[in-house]
């Protein structure tokens, strides 16, 4: 993350922001009762989904993230250090995967393919993933799927 999403991503108005719009886009979400959550960064968005979901693991990739989150969630999320293009999961673990604002952070077409098939690795059959990119604030480009999962580049 570069310093304007850092601030950008922990602020005040963010948390608030994403308070407001997240949960109506979950409500259309059947997610199940073990959802992973990719690139959580400050925790916004994983603030979110922590009351609305029986067991809740966000993997990160950014250490100093990783040791705030852990500090910030405690027992309450599993904290998992790791690289959502190569995920320290088995096969079919959850009922759904989500990532919010995060897609546009992984830097290349293939490193991104690799993700979405990660996705598709770590989701139990029917599970539902569900993929926000760019801004929750303008409501911009997002996607979802039950598995089986299919995404083209473009
Ligand atoms: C802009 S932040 C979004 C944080 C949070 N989802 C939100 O909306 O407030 C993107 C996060 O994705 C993390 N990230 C980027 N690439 C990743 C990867 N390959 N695996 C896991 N996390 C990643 C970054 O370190 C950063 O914390």
Redesign the pocket.
Known sequence: ?NLV?RKL?ASAW?ARR?GEILPGWLEGLRLGDDVLE?????G??TRVLVDRVPTLTS????EP?VRGLRAQFGERVEIVH????AMPFPDGRFSAVV????LH??PSAQLQDR?FAEVRRVCARGACSALWTADPACRSACCTSTTPWSYSTP
């Open positions: 993350m999403h991503c963010w994403v990719i690139g959580p960064g400050f916004a968005t993997l990160e990739i950014d993230s790791g690289d959502g293009t990532c919010f604002t995060m952070h992984v993700l």
